[in-house]
């Protein structure tokens, strides 16, 4: 061979070696994105910070283990403050970022909305913080996923325990589909367990402030208890007056649906004028990878407003793990494949004291429920422990069946 020939051929490899570099270069420049479209303003904004805390949590987690097929996993944040501005920027998304899949907070309002933009997109989405029974009824499809408990299973959880503390019932609603689907719930199950008379019904419109006529309503219909179906802010506000009013001290209140980030804002003295509450996480829940999860949460949030893990973060931090390990599972982010690897799978560390399904009849995430009352302050070991368990409800227990479910997304 020539010199010339020798010092070509010498070019040519090096060049083949220069471009295996530079393509191993790009794919691990190449993230795998996500979506997450979280409440950052209006009734809900304070659960985007707990859910944005769970969500960098299970990103960080999966990119310290070596990331997913290969790839570090990027999150691509923006608000959700409503449907319309929820679909638009998922749009956006869509288009601009490549995103493999997403996750929205938001409210059961946002939550239909991109449920019915996955459907037309094809592409997943998991609600991450909302509660309406329509997410797994008349808005599921294959596309979409309900992380947390509807409100069906809620109702079977907390109402048998609430049956207990009168005869007589006033329910508080939050005038849009949560609320209304809530309380229609709840009649249900008072209605199989008898015993309770219903007095009233309050309906509340969202962004309330001002709960004083209907604490006056309250008083003058003078129920055993009332069951407070209002979330968010409004929540806080109606708290806060209860405590002013002094209601909670002739009447039992019952939520039961109760965030984490209610109980903090009003501190742990004022929490007390709840008398029973349904909570779908805290850390003192009796499964063996609670306190191992909020640790972790501590030493990533040292300073982080709330001290310890809520039901947000949580379920965010589930569905982002979960979707990405079944991504891993795939080994793919084709859609079709993502689902199947969803689908039927038992997540045996739940953070709960029983594994989790994801059922794929109705995509709906079927795992525990918690009843708690409000611990006495002085009894409190550290700041967030704030709850004393009642019962645990066996996910299997209070889901509704499969049979129940009209919808069959395998044909859509």
Same mark, same amino acid.
């Given at each position: 061979?020539?010199?010339?020939?020798?010092?070509?051929?010498?070019?040519?490899?090096?060049?083949?070696?220069?471009?295996?570099?530079?393509?191993?270069?790009?794919?691990?420049?190449?993230?795998?994105?996500?979506?997450?479209?979280?409440?950052?303003?209006?009734?809900?904004?304070?659960?985007?910070?707990?859910?944005?805390?769970?969500?960098?949590?299970?990103?960080?987690?999966?990119?310290?283990?070596?990331?997913?097929?290969?790839?570090?996993?990027?999150?691509?944040?923006?608000?959700?403050?409503?449907?319309?501005?929820?679909?638009?920027?998922?749009?956006?998304?869509?288009?601009?970022?490549?995103?493999?899949?997403?996750?929205?907070?938001?409210?059961?309002?946002?939550?239909?909305?991109?449920?019915?933009?996955?459907?037309?997109?094809?592409?997943?989405?998991?609600?991450?913080?909302?509660?309406?029974?329509?997410?797994?009824?008349?808005?599921?499809?294959?596309?979409?996923?309900?992380?947390?408990?509807?409100?069906?299973?809620?109702?079977?959880?907390?109402?048998?325990?609430?049956?207990?503390?009168?005869?007589?019932?006033?329910?508080?609603?939050?005038?849009?589909?949560?609320?209304?689907?809530?309380?229609?719930?709840?009649?249900?199950?008072?209605?199989?367990?008898?015993?309770?008379?219903?007095?009233?019904?309050?309906?509340?419109?969202?962004?309330?402030?001002?709960?004083?006529?209907?604490?006056?309503?309250?008083?003058?219909?003078?129920?055993?208890?009332?069951?407070?179906?209002?979330?968010?802010?409004?929540?806080?506000?109606?708290?806060?007056?209860?405590?002013?009013?002094?209601?909670?001290?002739?009447?039992?209140?019952? /939520? !039961?649906?109760?965030?984490?980030?209610?109980?903090?804002?009003?501190?742990? =003295?004022?929490? %007390?004028? +709840?008398?029973? &509450? $349904?909570?779908?996480?805290?850390?003192?829940?009796?499964?063996?990878?609670?306190?191992?999860?909020?640790?972790?949460?501590?030493?990533?949030?040292?300073?982080?407003?709330?001290? /310890? !893990?809520?039901?947000?973060?949580?379920?965010?931090?589930?569905?982002?793990? =979960?979707?990405? %390990?079944? +991504?891993?599972? &795939? $080994?793919?982010?084709?859609?079709?494949?993502?689902?199947?690897?969803?689908?039927?799978?038992?997540?045996?560390?739940?953070?709960?004291?029983?594994?989790?399904?994801?059922?794929?009849?109705?995509?709906?995430?079927?795992?525990?429920?918690?009843?708690?009352?409000?611990?006495?302050?002085?009894?409190?070991?550290?700041? $967030?422990?704030?709850?004393?368990?009642?019962?645990?409800?066996?996910?299997?227990?209070?889901?509704?069946?499969?049979?129940?479910?009209?919808?069959?997304?395998?044909?859509?």
């Amino acid at each position: 061979m020539t010199l010339t020939g020798k010092i070509s051929r010498r070019l040519v490899l090096a060049a083949g070696a220069a471009l295996v570099v530079t393509a191993a270069h790009a794919q691990v420049l190449d993230p795998l994105k996500f979506g997450a479209l979280l409440p950052l303003s209006g009734n809900y904004g304070f659960l985007g910070v707990s859910e944005r805390m769970g969500i960098d949590l299970a990103v960080s987690e999966i990119n310290d283990a070596g990331g997913v097929l290969g790839r570090k996993v990027e999150v691509v944040y923006e608000d959700s403050g409503t449907p319309a501005q929820a679909t638009r920027k998922a749009t956006q998304m869509l288009e601009r970022d490549k995103v493999a899949f997403f996750v929205n907070g938001g409210g059961s309002a946002v939550s239909a909305a991109m449920f019915e933009f996955a459907q037309r997109n094809k592409v997943i989405d998991l609600a991450i913080d909302p509660n309406a029974e329509e997410l797994v009824t008349t808005k599921a499809n294959r596309y979409s996923f309900l992380v947390p408990a509807p409100s069906s299973m809620i109702a079977n959880a907390v109402m048998p325990e609430a049956a207990k503390l009168g005869k007589t019932v006033l329910f508080l609603t939050h005038d849009y589909s949560f609320g209304h689907a809530q309380t229609a719930e709840q009649r249900r199950v008072l209605k199989e367990v008898g015993g309770v008379k219903e007095v009233g019904e309050i309906k509340v419109p969202l962004n309330t402030r001002d709960f004083s006529s209907q604490i006056i309503a309250i008083r003058n219909a003078k129920p055993d208890m009332v069951v407070v179906n209002v979330a968010g802010v409004d929540a806080t506000a109606l708290f806060e007056q209860i405590w002013e009013f002094e209601l909670f001290k002739n009447t039992k209140i019952v /939520v !039961p649906l109760l965030d984490f980030e209610d109980s903090w804002a009003i501190g742990p =003295e004022k929490n %007390r004028l +709840i008398s029973l &509450a $349904g909570v779908e996480w805290h850390d003192t829940v009796p499964a063996k990878d609670a306190q191992a999860f909020k640790a972790r949460y501590q030493k990533a949030y040292p300073k982080a407003q709330y001290p /310890v !893990p809520t039901t947000n973060s949580v379920n965010a931090y589930l569905a982002v793990r =979960e979707t990405l %390990r079944a +991504i891993q599972r &795939a $080994g793919s982010t084709d859609t079709d494949k993502i689902i199947a690897a969803l689908e039927n799978h038992e997540v045996k560390d739940s953070l709960k004291p029983n594994p989790m399904l994801i059922r794929a009849k109705d995509h709906q995430w079927v795992q525990d429920f918690f009843v708690f009352r409000m611990k006495d302050p002085k009894t409190s070991a550290e700041p $967030g422990d704030i709850y004393d368990l009642v019962s645990v409800a066996k996910g299997t227990d209070i889901v509704v069946p499969e049979a129940e479910r009209k919808a069959d997304l395998a044909t859509q």
